[in-house]
């Protein structure tokens, strides 16, 4: 099932492998930072032993000249324009100067201010570039060369390009590496997130298991975590059903208490005949009915709020419709009945049976000749919570106005008296589709008859 965005697992996921970004990122940016750092100390010390080699080989002649008793062994020193250069010049006067043979005619062109800063051994370190243009790396440091009191610049420089060269391998290999690093966290951390959640999903099955009334409690074993409050869903699953057998017991109980003094006011009112005992009858008749019409709105409601309770459809339906059938035999009505294949209500049978009763009651009531009853499962909408069922009841007969529509949904009014009835099926079956969550709409049959649309909480 794929995770949606506001999950707890794209959080956690989101989260860790951010922060795993960021400390990668920051740890990569320092290793290169190092490594250069550091392949510029040995290029440093490197040209550090050019510059010591070349101070024990200059030397001051007879007449005072600058020269050179020893040829550097690193032959780069002799190639014209290699990028590898040494320049000795007296401080006083630039033009007095003694260069390597990869110079040829030119002399190092040092930068405006380089030489001002300086280590805490004198030596002056920074770039520059050669006709060629490459990036030169150089150092500098000044001596007084026995003989003389004038001090001399030795400065020695090397072609930093191909520092660059091997930093830039050394940042490619490492970008390579931290990013197959980086995705093995990842990975790591989704199969982390998704394991450490499992017992969550187990959770979530357990329960849509309670409420498709496959179980009637979490079974099973949890995290420590976990556990806890697996046990405090069972308590509140036990609670909940022992309110509800509570509910059940008080309203059997309101019943039977009800149920003997109105017969005895009624058995009363029979034995005294006048017109008093009949109005006391009428009234004692619609009192029954009342208390009889709301201790099953109760029962309804106690029902309606439990868990675990599942009704087949299609059973409850042929049943009704065979009932009904025997019912109006001499009116040969015929009924067909379209019902999707394991079609479920979330809720107690007896409800459905009486939903639906009315219903097929009062399309009989009304019907020509044929009925139509069809239960199918609706598709899922976004944001929807839970599976929703639609039961669709047509008939032939004269149809309904739609001005009238909202009277007919009314408790007790019937819009013809001469039709059998108390006026209280539609008004039940939509208090009844309420207290479920669903609703019940009148529309226009394709049969030229009623429609009633009614929707239901599926399970599964």
């Known amino acids: 099932m794929a995770m949606r965005l506001n999950s707890l697992a794209v959080r956690l996921i989101a989260s860790a492998a951010l922060v795993s970004l960021i400390i990668i990122l920051a740890a990569g940016i320092l290793l290169q930072s ?9 290029f440093d010390a490197r040209l550090q032993a050019v510059l010591d080699g070349l101070l024990a080989s200059v030397e001051l002649n007879e007449q005072g000249e600058l020269t050179l008793r020893e040829t550097l062994a690193d032959s780069r020193f002799g190639l014209p324009l290699s990028g590898w250069y040494w320049q000795v010049s007296e401080v006083a006067r630039a033009d007095h100067s003694l260069t390597s ?10 930068p405006a201010g380089a030489l001002d800063r300086r280590d805490e051994n004198g030596i002056a370190r920074f770039f520059l570039s050669d006709a060629d243009g490459h990036r030169l790396r150089a150092i500098e440091q000044r001596y007084r060369l026995f003989g003389s009191d004038e001090a001399y610049s030795f400065a020695v420089a090397g072609n930093f390009d191909e520092l660059r060269e091997e930093i830039s391998a050394f940042t490619n290999t490492l970008v390579l590496v931290l990013s197959l690093l980086g995705l093995g966290l990842v990975a790591a951390i989704f199969v982390q997130v998704r394991y450490g959640l499992r017992p969550m999903r187990k959770l979530q099955a357990e329960i849509g298991a309670i409420r498709a009334g496959v179980a009637n409690r979490i079974t099973g074993s949890f995290p420590v975590e976990i556990q806890d409050i697996a046990q405090e869903l069972n308590a509140l699953i036990q609670a909940n059903t022992e309110v509800i057998e509570r509910a059940r017991t008080q309203v059997g109980n309101l019943a039977h208490a009800l149920k003997t003094p109105l017969s005895v006011m009624t058995n009363e009112a029979n034995a005294t005949p006048g017109a008093l005992s009949a109005k006391v009858l009428e009234q004692l008749h619609v009192m029954r009915d ?14 309606a709020q439990s868990l675990g309770a599942v009704t087949e459809i299609a059973p409850v339906v042929e049943a009704l419709v065979r009932t009904l059938q025997r019912i109006n035999i001499e009116r040969e009505i015929k009924v067909k009945v379209d019902c999707s294949k394991g079609l479920r209500f979330r809720g107690e049978r007896q409800d459905l049976e009486e939903i639906i009763g009315n219903l097929l009651d009062n399309a009989f009531k009304w019907a020509r000749s044929s009925i139509t009853v069809k239960a199918y499962l609706l598709p899922a909408q976004s944001g929807q919570r839970g599976n929703w069922l639609s039961i669709e009841v047509h008939d032939d007969g004269p149809g309904l106005p739609v001005e009238r529509r909202a009277d007919a949904l009314k408790r007790g009014h019937r819009l013809d008296e001469t039709k059998p009835g108390s006026g209280l099926g539609l008004s039940i079956v939509s208090e009844a589709a309420g207290m479920y969550g669903g609703d019940l709409k009148l529309e226009t049959s394709p049969m030229g008859g009623l429609m009633v649309l009614l929707r239901l909480p599926a399970a599964g």
Request: hydrophobic share 45%; glycine share 0%.
């Open 34 to 42: 190092l490594f250069q750092n550091a392949v510029e100390r040995n």
């Open 290 to 303: 009342q208390v009889n019409l709301y201790l099953d709105r109760a029962r309804l409601a106690a029902r």
């Open 101 to 110: 043979d990869s110079l040829l005619e030119q002399r190092l062109d040092i």
